[in-house]
Nanobody, 125 residues
């Protein structure tokens, strides 16, 4: 499985915005979404949001709701995550992941096929 290629990120002031890109070379059989995760040092990886590539439906975690947008282009191989009104606690390494996503009893899950290498977002005051 070829890993997605990520770009974007960097140093951003609080209140600013960041737009991360994820280029998917191939999807595995069963993949139906691209999910974004982030890892803050000394914390577990957490889901940020994602997009169902077949329908375009998106979802986002509560901590970025109202501040984030996940989108895809017509090829469904260029995926973007934009987060606005950045906070210090948004500093993290962000990963895009091709996956098979589902929701069961209100709980979202993703079985990952391939992870991008991650891109650092550092928010400073």
């Amino acid at each position: 499985q070829v890993s997605p290629v990520q770009s974007g990120g960097g140093a951003v002031p609080t209140g600013g915005s960041v737009r991360l890109a994820c280029v998917v070379a191939e999807y595995a059989a069963g993949d139906n979404c691209v999910a974004w995760f982030r890892q803050i040092p000394s914390k577990n990886i957490e889901g940020v949001g994602g997009i169902y590539t077949d329908t375009g439906a998106t979802y986002s975690a509560s901590f970025v709701q109202g501040r984030s947008t996940v989108s895809q282009d017509a090829t469904k191989k260029m995926i973007h995550l934009q987060i606005t009104n950045l906070k210090l606690e948004d500093s993290a390494v962000y990963y895009c992941v091709t996956a098979a996503c589902s929701v069961t009893n209100g709980l979202a899950s993703a079985v990952a096929s391939a992870w991008g290498r991650g891109t650092q977002v550092t928010v400073s005051s």
